[in-house]
């Protein structure tokens, strides 16, 4: 079976080499969106319990990467001290998986691929996860995810008179997920994005200069992807060209501009030093 993964970040939106295939929503499905539903409020307490059934869902049938795996260690170093930015708790963990990708949850779930950690340094890397924490501090996870319940008929005329979320099974919630999968932000959306990304590195002391490069190396693979599947991810988002020119321009106006050289990236865990034996010594006979 094809997993699919709830990506709601820039990685997948604009540059994942996995092709995804995106559900077609029946007639019934569609007409239970009436105007009842169209004036369901959806909070972000609504948007964080979702997501977060759906996280539980999605780290349960993937490859997650264990406490004392090099992948772990590498990312816990780096955002072990930002499990909290402006009020938003977060959690971190990997995908042992090839694909280049990084996405963040409304509930604050953080979920890094190994593929992105093999061709990132730990500057590039906390440039891209920046970007992504910066959508759920924009609440633009919450409305992401409010879009996919909605396209996918979840929310019903039932929930949308009672004004709650209804409890929902696994199979809906790979309707979600598959939904979610398909969503865009838009690009201010992703704009805004990029600023809390880099005002996120200047004030953490990181180098700025690597929100730069992060969107070069993005931009070299997303000239290597296939090009039909690269426009339709481009309608709706800035390409990485522009938002690395976007990023550059904002060092240099801040007097930061450097050309960034790529650091030596290490995913492994520390060799353990085996204990020497302990030598037994022997009295001299006199």
Do not use: W
Request: proline content about 1%.
């Amino acid at each position: 079976m094809k997993k699919k993964f709830i990506v709601l970040g820039i990685l997948f939106a604009v540059f994942s080499l996995a092709e995804v295939n995106a559900q077609v929503l029946s007639d019934k499905a569609m007409g239970a969106l009436g105007k009842g539903v169209s004036g369901f409020t959806f909070s972000d307490a609504d948007a964080a319990a979702l997501a977060k059934e759906s996280i539980a869902e999605m780290d349960a049938n993937n490859p997650v990467a264990g406490p004392a795996d090099g992948y772990t260690l590498r990312l816990n170093r780096l955002f072990g001290k930002h499990t909290s930015t402006e009020g938003v708790t977060l959690n971190y963990k990997v995908y042992l998986v090839k694909d280049i990708n990084a996405f963040a949850c409304a509930d604050g779930s953080v979920r890094v691929f190994a593929g992105l950690m093999d061709i990132m340094d730990d500057n590039e890397l906390l440039a891209v996860i920046g970007h992504e924490i910066g959508h759920v501090v924009n609440h633009d996870t919450r409305d992401a995810i409010k879009a996919a319940y909605r396209k996918e008929a979840l929310l019903d005329a039932a929930s949308s008179q009672s004004g709650k979320i209804e409890t929902m099974t696994k199979s809906q919630l790979g309707q979600l997920g598959s939904a979610m999968i398909d969503s865009k932000h838009s690009r201010k959306q992703e704009s805004e994005a990029d600023l809390f990304s880099y005002n996120f590195m200047k004030k953490n002391g990181y180098d700025v200069n690597a929100v730069e490069s992060a969107f070069r190396i993005l931009q070299n693979l997303s000239e290597g992807a296939e090009a039909s599947f690269m426009t339709k991810m481009m309608s709706s988002h800035p390409d990485s060209g522009k938002r690395a020119d976007e990023a550059k321009k904002r060092a240099v106006k801040d007097g930061l501009y450097k050309e960034y050289v790529q650091q030596k990236i290490v995913n492994t865990a520390p060799a353990k030093t085996k204990a020497k034996a302990a030598v037994k010594k022997t009295a001299k006979k006199k």
